[in-house]
């Protein structure tokens, strides 16, 4: 009888141990991406299924507004959200800081957030001009306060073409830079655009956007697109006349879902099955980028709902925050095989989508 329960007792062991290694190696092999709400800035925490980060944007400075300097980290509203994700995903420090362009709204908050977890290395590219600072002022004493947090760092600068990969076989690819954009196609594409009828969208604004750092995220067959604020003539460029950087599955819009971000030719190409609005309440989520999105039959998810009057919001479903009284995320969980589902962070609702 005791040799019976012994080997009931072993069996049962193994079969536990045998369940959780299956679940641990399902979690560990899941690439995460946050859609962290700063309240119509940006910034999303890539997390690879290793645990190795890459956080795009840190949204504002301090209470949140263009003019706004750093301050007291623990009171500073951005900061401290994008700290909640990372501990969240169970991370110790951001291992890679890509800041897309030099607008208070993308980079405010790395000063604050840098003494509250540790940062690795910064990805940028060059310093704004004065026309950046006539435009918004401010924007030179900021990047004076960036300059001396990433002496103390490691530093890359992004240029077009660059690649690079994480350990477990996640791999970025550099589309846009500096204003400057690839030119020959990424492995495996380049097919003519026959949406490009329209010439582009001109950019709204002209001095930083067109610069900003635009990158191709790929994990196994899924494939996920972030661009910044990339509008104008070097993000038509990207698909127009020919497709350069291929079909993604999830595409975080241009300029906060912005009209310069929607023209349609781009969504055409690279046919993303969802598309992210890193929006507020007044700001971005645009009806032009709506209305394109339910024409090609694209899911569209929303951090805020849009209080403009000639917008159709998303259904409430794929809409994060209703109002400026929760700051709910988007969380993204990747498989290899290119299936991946969205959780909404208000609700904990889960959608899922197979793989293609």
């Known amino acids: 009888m005791r040799r019976f329960l012994l080997s009931c007792t072993t069996a049962v062991v193994l079969v536990i141990a045998t369940v959780t290694l299956s679940a641990a190696t399902k979690v560990s092999d899941t690439l995460r991406i946050y859609f962290i709400d700063v309240e119509g800035g940006k910034s999303a925490l890539v997390v690879s299924p290793s645990g190795e ?91 004076a306060d960036y300059l001396a947090l990433r002496s103390k760092a490691g530093h890359r600068a992004a240029k077009a073409g660059d690649h690079f990969a994480f350990k477990d076989g996640v791999a970025v690819d550099i589309v846009a830079s500096d204003g400057i954009g690839i030119t020959k196609p990424l492995s495996g594409v380049g097919a003519k655009n026959a949406a490009c009828t329209s010439g582009g969208v001109p950019a709204q604004e002209v001095t930083e956007n067109p610069n900003s750092t635009a990158f191709r995220l790929e994990f196994g067959a899924f494939g996920y697109l972030d661009v910044g604020d990339l509008t104008g003539a070097p993000l038509y460029a990207l698909t127009c006349p020919v497709n350069l950087i291929g079909v993604v599955d999830v595409y975080n819009i241009a300029h906060h879902g912005g009209a310069d971000g929607s023209d349609p030719s781009l969504f055409a190409a690279v046919k993303p099955r969802a598309a992210v609005f890193s929006n507020a309440g007044r700001k971005g989520a645009e009806a032009a980028t709506l209305n394109t999105l339910r024409q090609l039959g694209i899911a569209g998810w929303q951090l805020h709902l849009s209080t403009r009057r000639d917008v159709e919001n998303m259904p409430d479903a794929q809409i994060a925050n209703m109002d400026t009284t929760t700051s709910a995320w988007l969380k993204l969980s990747a498989n ?5 589902s969205i959780t909404n962070g208000r609700t904990g609702q889960v959608t899922s989508y197979p793989k293609r």
């Open 53 to 143: 980060s890459l956080l795009i944007d840190a949204g504002f400075a301090s209470t949140g507004w263009f003019n706004s300097m750093p301050g007291d980290p623990a009171k500073a509203r951005d900061a401290q959200r994008i700290l909640l994700a990372a501990h969240e995903a169970g991370l110790k420090q951001i291992d890679h800081m890509l800041v897309s362009h030099w607008h208070a709204d993308h980079f405010g908050g790395v000063m604050e957030l840098a003494q509250l977890i540790p940062i690795k290395e910064y990805i940028d590219h060059s310093a704004p001009d004065s026309a950046a600072e006539v435009r918004v002022p401010g924007t030179l004493a900021l990047y």
């Open 336 to 340: 290899r095989d290119g299936s991946f």
